[in-house]
């Protein structure tokens, strides 16, 4: 069980970063080996995440719930044993003033965050990234790449999910740098591009 503490205490940062607005409901799902399991833990580890951008109070995996109580977030628990994406795998669903998911896994020891929403993806959860959804069309992954190298932003990675060619994609973009104020809202005047969000994990 230890590696997926760290791996829902990511998630829940991301989904954190992510958001739009407050959290007013969170559901934590288990599936596959980890439904025959204790995942209290993870739970609290993943609003550790989640929670700890949006409250200076001290969290740990005993008073986790609480807090969440106290700052009016509901939490729910759910666990299948049928293996759902890959063999063990956490959902963490936020809502607020969207609904927002997040799915993880572990690859041979290494956290994994495998989903975004309805966005299938890799992602090593450790850095700094850009979260960038747009329009899937031709010239929007330059155009960002273009305006980061002109700002002297190193790209380590670069990882693109899909629904359908020419639909709708989220492209997570792994950098050596952080981006000022300044540069993400330039980043956000880019063509086709819906959301853009920068994260550090």
């Known amino acids: 069980l230890r590696p997926y503490l ?6 829940g940062s991301l989904a954190a970063q ?3 607005g407050g959290v007013q409901r969170v559901i934590c799902s288990y599936a596959g ?9 993870v739970t609290a580890e993943v609003l550790r995440g989640l929670l700890g951008h949006f409250t200076d109070t001290r ?13 009016g977030v509901d939490v729910d628990e759910h ?67 273009s305006l980061l190298a002109s700002n002297d932003i190193n790209i380590a990675r670069i990882e693109l999910g899909r629904d359908h060619p020419r639909g709708r994609a989220v492209m997570l973009m ?17 063509a086709n591009l819906e959301q853009l969000r920068q994260v550090r994990l």
Do not use: Y
């Open 59 to 71: 969290l740990n995996a005993i008073n986790a719930k609480t807090v969440a109580r106290s700052m």
């Open 79 to 145: 666990t299948t044993t049928r293996s759902v994406d890959h063999a063990n795998s956490v959902f963490v669903e936020v809502v607020g003033e969207r609904r927002l998911l997040v799915a993880g896994t572990h690859f041979d020891g290494v956290p994994r965050i495998t989903r975004i929403d309805d966005f299938r993806v890799d992602m090593q959860p450790s850095g700094t990234f850009l979260v960038v959804q747009h329009e899937d069309r031709p010239g929007v992954i330059a155009a960002v790449s």
């Open 33 to 41: 080996e980890l439904a025959a399991v204790d995942t209290t833990l």
């Open 18 to 20: 992510l958001s739009s």
């Open 174 to 190: 792994e950098i050596d740098d952080a981006v000022d104020g300044a540069l993400l809202e330039r980043l956000a005047t880019v």
């Open 6 to 11: 760290e791996l829902g205490r990511k998630m």
